[in-house]
């Protein structure tokens, strides 16, 4: 039995409620890797173009802990 039909066999063993996670699981493994590259280079770009000096300003962890309250 192939995988693609061990899946759908498996599926008629998924209660209704459930479904709802199969289906967005599936349709992340679906999902266009060149669509998801492409968003993340230009988010990049975005970040690298954009005039706020402040974004160059290293943060240690511990400092980030303290303001966000997880000390």
Do not use: T
Not at 16 to 33: I, N, T
Not at 40 to 58: G, L
């Amino acid at each position: 039995m192939s995988n693609k039909e061990q899946i759908i066999s498996l599926l008629d063993n998924i209660p209704d409620y459930k479904m709802g996670y199969v289906l967005a699981y599936v349709q992340g493994v679906a999902a266009d890797e060149e669509a998801d590259d492409i968003f993340c280079n230009r988010m990049w770009e975005n970040y690298i173009n954009d005039p706020d000096h402040d974004k160059a300003e290293n943060i240690p962890l511990e400092d980030c802990l303290k303001e966000w309250g997880l000390d």
